[in-house]
């Protein structure tokens, strides 16, 4: 019978490009799986981290089967991003792609008796035809997943095919109450004496029914009577086992947990499961944590997974890349709506090599989570636009859905635009529901522009079931103040943006998605922003999963059935002025306010209740009342407010647009915006104002004062915004761009001629 041994614990690893080791090495540092040498760099502000070919070594026992021409199969559930496996000096199998399970059969290389050493070089260095290219996170490198050796007999459920289970199941509600299971499997090395056996138990484990095959013609289709639907609200699990006999004796056994459900999308009524309209509201999220990079335990996908649930979000999406199997498990059990896609992102490689690695991930993707119920969504690119459109770049779109499709005709696809992209683009229709990724209120126009921009889009295209699938902004816990505004970084600020968006997506349940990006803060080496370098602060609570930020009860009030009442600003301690507002978040339709023990205040309001408040001298005692619930906070009353509560860039960004002014002189800002052939213009790419010091000046210029984002070639997120001209960076800016702020750039360029 099949034996998995995890081999996690005691491992040799050398953080240099060492070379392939005769025996393990006795001055390598030990490490345990999972593990991720970028677990501290990758994260900590200081612009770069380690990206390099380095190497794992731990010798084991064959293990033995009890009949002859047993195999040994090794199984690393990922390794980032390009690993290659040797076992005894000889190298067994090499895979691209950071974010799957890939095995490889060493029988043949296993020594009958002794230790066997086992080798894999891990390497996140770039390569050009593995993706992701260039993205806003961190690729963090090592076997962040962890190792299994699995012992076979000769005959057994397939091991190899892209990393799959070896069974796949398809339940299909009927209409008379009852479930028909769709069950293949895959054998190897058999002969006519094997058969496969299949049997479904309930979550009770109460065999509901069963069946037989020949082991070379597995297909079978099972049907359960008065079958449990998995719902969002009581997700049914179902465990299908499939076992390989010989006679009466059984070789292998695998299984897979299933749910029953059926579920579309419409795009006048959103999506609907198991017949019931049901919008999909929920978050993003990336796999990483607080100084562990992401070399997760099963324990924190799970963690990750129950504080989504309490946030009451019914999906998430998976943020850009596979997940591990653990996450996927979680969310088959606690109820959640999955849109897991690849890492196509950001920069389109025209390589073939690159896109046969889309390929390649998209099947390992489909093929190893196929079972999963909760996933209804495979996702083939996100925001791949940045850096342009071309006929290419659409073709191998329609390659990448029409193989989904064929992979997986019981899923929808579904695309994250980015938001240059125009609402009259040959991308749209590729997928079966598109979504797009807005951030209007954080890198350009105001948070009220969402709302009309969607009603526009489903003016235009009836027919297009559209989504939200990334809205947020940088929420610092540390940064306060009375007058919450555009990219402060204030925890206000952020509040107050995710008090319009969950309104605009309550008010428009024909959306049939929308995904808060993020759920937590996450790494992103690159970055440099609000004072907090390598991290992506959008985050409804912090990195370290310590701190819910205010935002995350904004969600809470409108998505969560249970009771609650939030006092916002609790750290916002200290206040000055004669009055000050304190604003509470509540399910519950009335909120009494106390202050030092006295009423200030009784309100009726949907889900944001405010009051104003004047603080005595010294500490307050803040109380909030809905039904039966209370939360409370102290404030005190100062004369100045601390200076830490203000970021020293928003301050710094206000003079340094004035002073821009001052420096372009007697330019003529609303004259039309000239092009003249042989000289710069805010049309030109950054990678082509790159040739120019000054050009590239100036345009750095432009980008830290609109958007507060340091740009220069071949540093931080330049490979994203290389492809970028000024002319979209304007348009992103929207209102952060002042009145003839872009014409007076493009004047500037306009005097510098080309080489």
Not at 347 to 354: G, I, L, Q
Request: charged share 25%; glycine share 8%.
């Amino acid at each position: 019978m099949r034996n998995v041994i995890n081999l996690n614990q005691d491992w040799k690893f050398i953080q240099q490009d060492a070379g392939l080791p005769e025996s393990l090495p006795a001055d390598w540092q030990t490490v345990q799986l999972p593990h991720s040498w970028n677990a501290i760099d990758g994260q900590d502000g200081n612009g770069s981290y380690d990206r390099g070919r380095y190497w794992y070594a731990k010798t084991f026992e064959t293990p033995k089967q009890p009949l002859a021409g047993g195999k040994v199969y090794v199984e690393v559930l990922a390794a980032g991003q390009q690993a290659t496996v040797y076992v005894n000096g000889t190298e067994v199998t090499y895979h691209e792609g950071g974010y799957s399970i890939f095995r490889a059969d060493i029988t043949s290389l296993c020594k009958e008796e002794g230790e066997n050493l086992l080798v894999i070089a891990c390497s996140n260095e770039y390569k050009d035809s593995v993706y992701p290219q260039s993205a806003d996170f961190t690729f963090y490198g090592g076997l962040y997943r962890g190792v299994n050796l699995i012992s076979v007999p000769e005959a057994h459920f397939d091991l190899e095919y892209y990393g799959g289970p070896g069974i796949q199941v398809t339940p299909k509600p009927c209409d008379c109450g009852g479930a028909a299971f769709e069950i293949t499997s895959y054998v190897k090395n058999i002969d006519e004496n094997f058969t496969v056996l299949y049997s479904i138990t309930d979550a009770e484990g109460k065999e509901v029914a069963s069946g037989c095959r020949p082991a070379d013609s597995t297909g079978i289709t099972l049907y359960v009577p008065d079958a449990q639907k998995w719902e969002i609200d009581s997700p049914y699990l179902y465990t299908v086992k499939a076992t390989l006999q010989r006679r009466n004796e059984a070789y292998d056994e695998i299984s897979a947990k299933v749910g029953v459900r059926s579920f579309s999308c419409d795009p006048d009524k959103g999506f609907i499961i198991n017949g019931k309209e049901t919008p999909l509201r929920g978050v993003s999220r990336h796999q990483d944590m607080l100084y562990k990079g992401n070399a997760l335990t099963r324990e924190d996908h799970y963690r990750d997974a129950a504080l989504i649930k309490e946030l009451g979000a019914n999906t998430i999406r998976l943020a850009h890349y596979q997940h591990s199997q653990d996450f996927y498990d979680a969310c088959d059990e606690m109820g959640f709506v999955v849109w897991a896609e690849i890492p196509f992102i950001s920069v389109f490689n025209k390589d073939p090599e690159a896109h046969q690695n889309c390929i390649s991930q998209l099947k390992e993707l489909i093929i190893q989570n196929y079972n999963h119920p909760s996933i209804c969504f495979w996702g083939i690119s996100n925001e791949i636009l940045i850096g342009g459109i071309s006929e290419k770049l659409v073709e191998n779109h329609k390659e990448l859905n029409a193989l989904a499709k064929e992979l997986d005709p019981t899923r929808l696809t579904t695309i994250a635009h980015v938001t240059m992209t125009p609402v009259e683009s040959p991308m749209h229709g590729i997928t079966d529901v598109e979504s797009y990724n807005h951030y209007f209120g954080w890198y350009g126009g105001k948070m009220e522009d969402n709302g009309p921009w969607f009603d526009n889009f489903h003016k235009v295209h009836p027919d297009i079931c559209v989504g939200v699938s990334e809205y947020g902004c940088e929420g610092i816990i540390t940064y306060h103040g009375p007058n919450p505004a555009c990219k402060d970084y204030s925890e206000e600020y952020q509040a107050l943006y995710h008090e319009h968006m969950a309104k605009v997506l309550e008010e428009r349940p024909w959306l049939w998605s929308s995904h808060v990006w993020n759920m937590f803060d996450f790494g992103c080496a690159a970055r440099n922003e609000g004072g907090v370098a390598g991290r992506n602060n959008k985050g409804l609570m912090t990195i370290d999963r310590k701190t819910k930020k205010d935002s995350y009860y904004i969600y809470k009030a409108y998505w969560n059935k249970e009771p609650m009442v939030h006092l916002c600003g609790k750290r916002y301690a200290q206040r000055a002025g004669e009055t000050t507002q304190i604003r509470v978040y509540s399910n519950l339709p009335t909120v009494t306010l106390y202050l030092n023990g006295e009423k200030v205040g009784e309100q009726t309001a949907e889900k944001v209740f405010v009051f104003d408040v004047a603080l005595a001298d010294g500490f307050n005692t803040i109380v909030a009342e809905a039904g039966d619930l209370k939360d409370t906070m102290t404030l005190e009353k100062v004369e100045k407010e601390p200076s830490i509560y203000v970021l020293p860039e928003v301050n710094e960004r206000a003079e340094g647009v004035a002073n821009w002014f001052k420096a372009v002189g007697d330019l003529d800002l609303k004259a039309p915006m000239e092009f003249p052939e042989g000289m710069y213009s805010i049309k030109d790419t950054m990678e082509e104002l790159a040739k120019n010091e000054e050009a590239v000046k100036i345009a750095a210029t432009a980008f830290k004062l609109t958007m507060n984002m340091t740009v220069k070639p071949g540093e931080g997120m330049w490979d994203m915004m290389k492809s970028m001209t000024l002319e979209k960076v304007g348009e992103m800016a929207g209102s952060l761009a002042p009145e003839g702020f872009m014409e007076s750039i493009n004047a500037q360029l306009n005097k510098i001629k080309k080489d």
